[in-house]
């Protein structure tokens, strides 16, 4: 399995937003490269704490831009978040019973959900986000 990689058409064009989701990516692949590398069960997990936290960090971000501008999709994309924080807590929790066996099921979401959040779903905040100021 190869790891997630940062692509120009994942860019909403605010650098504190790229920066962050860049940042995300980085985290996921040293996720891969830990798992790839045989590291014990709490390094692992160390690195899935990292990654649940940071990403609850991104989303609050974005949610905060989301309520000032009052963005007209903020209440679904809000839930998407909602998802995928409660389907990465359900992982954490099957990680901590099943050890590194379910990594890969768990790179494999979380590399699809993202490059579809990415490339579909933020995209549609992209002109909130500009008609608003952020660049």
């Not at 069960?41 to 609050?60: M, N, Q």
């Not at 963005?71 to 990680?95: A, G, N, W």
Request: proline content about 1%.
């Amino acid at each position: 399995m190869e790891t997630i990689t940062w692509k120009p058409d994942m860019s909403v064009g605010v650098k504190e937003i790229d920066e962050q989701h860049q940042q995300f990516i980085q985290i996921i692949s040293d996720f891969y490269v830990a798992f790839d590398a045989n590291k014990l069960k709490e390094e692992l997990g160390a690195t899935l704490k990292k990654l649940i936290d940071y990403a609850v960090f991104h989303f609050d971000t974005e949610e905060t831009y989301f309520d000032k501008f009052d963005y007209e999709f903020k209440d679904e994309h809000k839930q998407k978040h909602k998802e995928l924080k409660e389907r990465v807590l359900f992982f954490q929790k099957r990680f901590e019973k099943e050890g590194p066996d379910m990594v890969v099921e768990l790179m494999e979401f979380l590399t699809d959900w993202l490059v579809n959040h990415l490339e579909t779903e933020d995209q549609k905040y992209v002109k909130c986000f500009h008609d608003h100021g952020l660049s």
